[in-house]
Nanobody, 121 residues
Framework: QVQLVESGGGLVQAGGSLKLSCADS????????MAWLRQAPGKEREFVAGISWSGSTTFYANFVRGRFTISRDDAENTVFLQMNSLSPEDTAVYYCAAGDALDYGVGYAYWGQGTQVTVSS
């Protein structure tokens, strides 16, 4: 069973970088597409980036393309989100998710608890 735990969130100044990690303690996530989504206060959860089960295909929301990079290390059952050029608008709780296929929405079967990212101006 997929069991996702995010880490790496924190407080960073605008223009800075953070790298989020999502570890699957169930060690089955290599069979699933993986994604990062986020939810800012008062807003709906939104898709940020996704990667296919093979790692050969990645998708990004327009607002992060060129700044964020998603990657996966199946040997370590971990998915990463490298975030550069952060702005206060990126402040949100970031969630890791897994599913049978990439979805630009929130249609994933498995979710982590989330990690807070706060970008100060």
């Amino acid at each position: 069973q997929v069991q996702l735990v995010e880490s790496g969130g924190g407080l960073v100044q605008a223009g800075g970088s953070l790298k989020l990690s999502c570890a699957d303690s169930g060690r089955t996530s290599k069979n699933y597409a993986m994604a990062w989504l986020r939810q800012a206060p008062g807003k709906e959860r939104e898709f940020v980036a996704g990667i296919s089960w093979s790692g050969s295909t990645t998708f990004y929301a327009n607002f992060v393309r060129g700044r964020f990079t998603i990657s996966r290390d199946d040997a370590e059952n971990t998915v990463f989100l490298q975030m550069n050029s952060l702005s206060p608008e990126d402040t949100a709780v970031y969630y890791c998710a897994a599913g049978d296929a990439l979805d630009y929405g929130v249609g994933y079967a498995y979710w982590g608890q989330g990690t807070q990212v706060t970008v100060s101006s």
